[in-house]
């Protein structure tokens, strides 16, 4: 109800739409962002609280000085229940819509408006109430609506603006209809002033200068209005910032961190169409048909986690790319989303890393009293088409082509040599220097023609299984 008056007080086009509900589904399917929200909404409320204790503290030094007297008490009271009501927002403010926080704020503006309009009870002498209005109490609602801005969202100071404008209209009305007046006053002044209405008007003591009190309604609504359509903006960037920090994770999950900071600062999309030269490898467990049928879906989801977990910790140390879960299998590339002269050697190194780390993991298993895993590993390098794939509702990052198709008939390959790595000969040309290093445990110069190829190719094999 308050965004709709708010927007009515807009122009035509500067009216907007109530995505509340917009948000409210990014948050739940993003969690960046309700965790920035979050932060945003607790960091606000902290330093929204801090910074009201401390005009407040302010305000309490300068009323004795302002009067001097025991009546001065009263506001110091008064004061005590604005941080009192401060203390409450800090321990209650949340994220989304909250009636206790609502019930809190406009707790905070009742106060404040009984502040403002009611006499000090404390005062001896007897005056018109509407002498309350000469103080320009109504400016100590601007600091409550700029602690505001720093701690709630748009549509709270949107309600900030139209709940103060209608509790400043009850004081009015209240006044006008149960104040205390002091006719001589009027008169004795009107007398003084014989001649000059205007003025009299304006030093009237009986008077509530009607005039005056819809300028600061109105001027108090539009400086609502701006720093609300400023919070809106702001909320907008924190669900920008939230979904970069989405985009960013995603990415995380498919390539190492050290690319991940690349890819986000280039300029270029990632995925362009185009090709290049890259290294294949997959991977497999051997026999995980069978093994999956010895034992129940929870171990072999653990199996697979803990499996998957071990890949792709030696993909990422090797600067590969984790390019899909393939079940049992994983499938990663090692040049993408840009090649490198080293691609080769760090897929034969991630496959040493691999197979190490395979043979601690058997270790443990085995200490438990669990089947050892075996693990067979197919590398290729070759051209291949890389570049999103799918349609507008759904886009994967994809690797295509050859390349791709040798490097999975080199792992299934595996099973037939019985060996744990198969390589082939473009493999080794890349390596360059490093082939003597990474190459010595390797067996070459074994051709083997190749399932849906018409030549066949020359393969390097690493290991043997019993």
């Known amino acids: 109800m308050t965004s709709t008056l708010a927007e009515r007080m807009l122009p035509q086009g500067l009216r907007f739409r109530d995505d509340r509900m917009d948000e409210r589904r990014l948050a739940e399917s993003n969690q960046y962002l309700l965790e ?101 109490g109504f400016s100590y609602f601007y600091v409550l609506l700029a602690a505001g801005t720093i701690a709630y969202s748009w549509r709270t100071i949107f309600a900030f603006g139209t709940w103060t404008t209608g509790l400043w209209t009850i004081g009015m009305i209240g006044v006008a209809v149960f104040g205390v007046e002091v006719p001589e006053l009027s008169a004795q002044i009107k007398i003084a002033l014989l001649g000059n209405e205007r003025m009299f008007e304006f030093l009237d003591p009986n008077s509530l200068h009607i005039q005056g009190r819809i300028q600061e309604i109105v001027i108090f609504l539009i400086v609502a209005v701006i720093l609300g359509l400023n919070g809106r903006r702001n909320r907008r ?70 499996f998957h977990l071990i890949m792709e910790n030696a993909v990422f140390t090797h600067q590969g790319t984790l390019d899909k879960f393939l079940g049992d299998g994983v499938m990663a590339t090692f040049g993408t ?11 034969l190194r991630c496959a040493d890393h691999m197979i190490q780390a395979m043979a601690d993991w058997n270790r443990r298993r085995e200490s438990a009293g669990q089947e050892a895993i075996k693990l067979s590993i197919g590398i290729h390098s070759g051209e291949v088409v890389l570049g999103d794939i799918g349609s507008e509702r759904r886009l994967e990052f994809a690797v295509l082509g050859d390349a791709v198709n040798v490097a999975s008939r080199l792992e299934a390959l595996t099973r037939e040599l019985n060996v744990d790595v198969v390589i082939s000969q473009p493999v080794q040309a890349a390596l360059g220097d490093a082939s003597s290093d990474l190459l010595r445990d390797y067996q070459s110069g074994r051709t083997q023609q190749i399932r849906g190829r018409d030549d066949p190719i020359e393969i390097l094999t690493y290991g043997g299984r019993p």
Request: with cysteine.
């Open 36 to 136: 920035a929200l979050t932060q945003d909404k607790r960091e606000g409320l902290q330093l929204a609280v801090r910074l009201r204790w401390i005009a407040l503290a302010i305000i309490a030094i300068m009323l004795p000085f302002l009067n001097f007297s025991w009546e001065v008490l009263y506001y110091e009271a008064l004061i005590a229940g604005f941080a009192l009501v401060g203390w409450a927002q800090l321990h209650i403010g949340q994220v989304g819509v909250s009636r206790k926080e609502l019930a809190l704020i406009l707790c905070d503006l009742v106060l404040m408006t009984f502040t403002i309009v009611a006499p000090n009870p404390w005062h001896d002498e007897i005056w018109p109430t509407a002498m309350q209005y000469r103080f320009a």
């Open 237 to 306: 960037m924190v669900i920008k910032q939230a979904e970069v920090a989405r985009e960013r994770a995603n990415l995380a999950r498919h390539f190492p961190p050290t690319t991940v900071d690349v890819i986000a600062d280039r300029d270029q999309p990632l995925g362009a169409v185009r090709s290049q030269t890259v290294t294949v490898m997959f991977t497999d467990i051997v026999g995980f048909t069978r093994m999956a049928e010895r034992h129940s879906p929870e171990e072999v989801i653990a199996i697979l986690r803990e």
């Open 337 to 347: 989303p840009d090649p490198k002269a080293e691609d080769a050697a760090n897929a």
